[in-house]
């Protein structure tokens, strides 16, 4: 475990960090921007006269979007202090949603606070460390939104490169081939998932009609592409030029320890006055792997992987959909496992384990989800719980 350097870690625990703000309050198109990037088919959140006819009368954010008002979608208050010649992937997300439903015209501030971390060995890097940091997210009425609980995964590279090469047999050109066939059988599936939305349309999933073993519909996401990947990161509105009024952290790539490859100026908005493209994570710093397969490969990717922050919306939007607008998610805990890339299908399902009374005048139904790709690879878990109407 000596080979991980994590003595200046501690220092910054309990310690909170800026938080984070949006210039703008949150628009409409704002909204369907992030379902539109997510795959999420949901008329709710896009399509005025659906909107107007349900129990709202107008569109609103689904739940998974309050990451989307963050300005560093729950990561930085889980990447403080340094260790050296390190990397960062998403390990996964665990959500309280509180008081409130987020619509066009709210401004969120965010936040932040490291909270834990741990070393343990793992066969992608060898000694890694995980890494937790909470987000607040508050509305302009004092409302609390949701609590995030993010996990960074923190890693040497040259292991992960050199060492262990989990993915060294694989490359760019090692995408999986779909044929048309093997394509019309995922549209078949997601077909599955949308007709589950329209058939409850506004109506009520009463929590009387919910038993443990129920099965949700299936959903596909995918194949993946860059071109779908660089969807989702713009859908962040922090990725859009002069977006950010606070944050996303005034810590510059290398006091974390990124490699000189990749610590880049990512966020720094003193230079985005100037030169924003070099502050853009599409283009340079930590986040150029994810759009880019040969920066990929130098820290261990065989090639453009999504992001962690939407595999969590994946799964939050497929229990969303199933539970429909009279649902309300209260408790998520997911867990990335394996990397979504590029050729990928991301394949989900999801049963019912139980029902159960949260607290008083709170009933809600559990729900486990599971998310492999075309090869059984586990991508991600979640275990959810949804509240659902009495009457």
Not at 220 to 249: C, I, N, Q
């Amino acid at each position: 475990m000596s080979e991980l350097d994590v003595s200046d870690l501690d220092r910054h625990m309990g310690v909170p960090i800026m938080p984070g703000e949006l210039r703008e309050p949150v628009a409409v198109n704002d909204i369907r921007r992030w379902v539109q990037a997510m795959h999420y088919p949901n008329p709710l959140h896009y399509d005025d006269a659906w909107a107007a006819e349900s129990r709202f009368g107008r569109i609103v954010a689904p739940q998974s979007f309050t990451v989307a008002t963050d300005t560093s979608h729950g990561c930085s208050p889980a990447q403080v202090g340094r260790i050296p010649d390190s990397h960062l992937v998403f390990g996964g997300d665990e959500w309280w949603f509180l008081d409130a439903r987020i619509e066009s015209g709210d401004k969120l501030v965010c936040h932040r606070m490291p909270y834990d971390y741990k070393v343990r060995e793992t066969s992608f890097a060898g000694p890694t460390c995980f890494q937790r940091g909470d987000t607040l997210y508050i509305n302009q009425r004092g409302e609390r939104v949701a609590l995030q609980r993010s996990t960074a995964i923190r890693y040497k590279v040259r292991t992960a490169v050199e060492e262990k090469k989990q993915y060294d047999a694989t490359s760019e050109s090692g995408e999986p081939t779909w044929t048309e066939d093997a394509l019309s059988k995922l549209d078949e599936t997601k077909q599955q998932f949308i007709a589950q939305i329209q058939k409850l349309g506004h109506d009520k999933r009463l929590l009387e009609s919910v038993q443990a073993g129920d099965e949700l519909a299936p959903n596909l996401l995918g194949p993946h592409s860059l071109a779908s990947f660089a969807t989702e990161w713009r859908a962040y509105p922090m990725t859009t030029w002069g977006a950010m009024r606070k944050g996303p952290t005034s810590v510059r790539g290398e006091e974390l320890g990124y490699t000189k490859d990749f610590a880049g100026h990512e966020g720094d908005r003193n230079l985005e006055r100037v030169d924003p493209e070099r502050t853009d994570g599409a283009y340079y710093g930590p986040s150029r792997g994810h759009l880019n397969p040969e920066w990929a490969r130098k820290i261990g990717m065989p090639r453009g992987y999504g992001y962690g922050a939407s595999m969590g919306a994946w799964m939050l939007d497929y229990v969303a959909a199933w539970a429909g607008e009279w649902g309300f998610i209260t408790h998520a805990d997911l867990r990335y496992r394996g990397p979504a890339l590029t050729g990928d299908a991301s394949f989900l399902s999801g049963v019912v384990t139980g029902v159960r009374e949260e607290r008083r005048r709170v009933h809600v139904a559990d729900v486990e989800v599971k998310m492999i790709d075309q090869d059984d690879k586990v991508q991600a878990t979640g275990k959810i719980a949804v509240q659902l109407p009495l009457e």
